[in-house]
């Protein structure tokens, strides 16, 4: 089975998930996407995939944001797709594609909708957070 993550290594977000895709058994094919982004026409099929809109995928505190003007409403699609190609660093992450969907895991939690194999064990999130207990079951807050 085969499971990606779109993946930047300085985010805890994303180091999370990729803890929950390893705790769950898989090893993950890692695309740390600021080097190897993904294609215009790749990135368009991830947001069809997720079922949402281009404007959901944009990360808004990172400068070019702001300096590019994105939060206006009138920019078209492709424009912002446009703005992701010239500065991938405006894509949100982590993004994970799994034979059970795509998503956009934020929080960190999201990817157990779609790991194929269950948790092996406990896991608690970089800050302590429990996300799942010792015998493979989500914890809910």
């Known amino acids: 089975m085969t499971i990606t993550i779109y993946h930047n290594p300085d985010c805890g977000t994303s180091r999370n998930v ?45 400068t070019p944001f702001d300096t590019l003007g994105l939060d206006e409403p009138a920019l078209t699609d492709e424009q912002l797709l446009d703005a992701m190609m010239a500065h991938p660093i405006l894509i949100n992450r982590p993004i994970v594609i799994t034979p059970l969907g795509v998503r956009l895991c934020r929080p960190s939690e999201t990817v157990l909708e779609i790991l194929p194999s269950p948790q092996r064990g406990a896991f608690s999130k970089e800050d302590g957070e429990p996300v799942v207990d010792a015998v493979g079951k989500r914890v809910t807050p």
């Open 18 to 62: 990729l803890e929950l895709i390893r705790n769950s058994g898989e090893t993950p094919r890692i695309v740390e996407y600021l080097n190897t982004p993904p294609s215009r026409s790749e990135l368009a099929d991830l947001i069809r995939r997720m079922g949402i809109h281009v404007r959901d995928l944009l990360r808004r505190n990172v």
